[in-house]
T-cell receptor, first 116, second 112 residues
């Protein structure tokens, strides 16, 4: 199993350009997430998808759109990139922990995005 | 507003020594508390998950404790190794368990 994979690993954009960050998981998880990580701040949830065909806003959704293409894939789109979107973006998927009410989240390796 | 605070912000210890990292939280309703390890340039990896009824949980040389009354947790690392150098993030989940509040992490460096 590859787990959670993300592409690209690095990206530099100019202000106003658009791009899509790709995420895929091969663990058959229902739930998937997009986070951003900024220096001095904890990870913040952008959007999540509880199951195929559904998406919901997280804490910081402005400037982003998402698509849950199928059970495996969850993409994040920046329509018009801004310098404030310079960040490291992590995709995650989750499953219920055996014999527990808790859900375990598995993270991808991240995409480092710079907007100039 | 839900918050998770960690201390210290950074820590340097010698290889073989023990250390303890702290986490205080104000998250409601509480579902569980997790500790993640994040190596530089990588995504976070789960070390432990504890529910309300669990006081302590171990994963190899990592032992996490939880005091739900005082809303505090600690992560104790025994006999540190160079590979323990990483950021350790305390995360508290609320509601249905899938909504996470992340701390900013403690950056640990283990030196020879």
């Amino acid at each position: 199993n590859a787990g959670v994979t993300q592409t690209p690993k690095f990206q530099v954009l100019k202000t106003g350009q658009s791009m899509t960050l790709q995420c895929a998981q091969d663990m058959n998880h229902n739930s998937m997430y997009w986070y951003r990580q900024d220096p001095g701040m904890g990870l913040r949830l952008i959007y999540y998808s509880a199951s195929e065909g559904t998406t919901d806003k997280g804490e910081v959704p402005n400037g982003y759109n998402v698509s849950r293409l199928n059970k495996r894939e969850f993409s994040l789109r920046l329509e018009s990139a801004a310098p404030s979107q310079t960040s490291v973006y992590f995709c995650a998927s989750s499953e219920r922990v055996r014999d527990s009410p808790s859900y375990e989240q598995y993270f991808g390796p991240g995409t480092r995005l710079t907007v100039t | 507003k839900n918050q998770v605070e960690q201390s210290p912000q950074s820590l340097i210890i010698l290889e073989g020594k023990n250390c303890t990292l702290q986490c205080n939280y104000t998250v409601s309703p509480f579902s569980n508390l997790r500790w993640y390890k994040q190596d530089t340039g990588r995504g976070p990896v789960s070390l432990t998950i504890m529910t309300f009824s669990e006081n302590t949980k171990s994963n190899g040389r990592y032992t996490a404790t939880l005091d739900a009354d005082t809303k505090q947790s600690s992560l104790h690392i025994t006999a540190s190794q160079l590979s323990d150098s990483a950021s350790y993030i305390c995360v508290v989940s609320s509601g249905g368990g899938n909504k996470l509040t992340f701390g900013t992490g403690t950056q640990l460096k283990v030196e020879l």
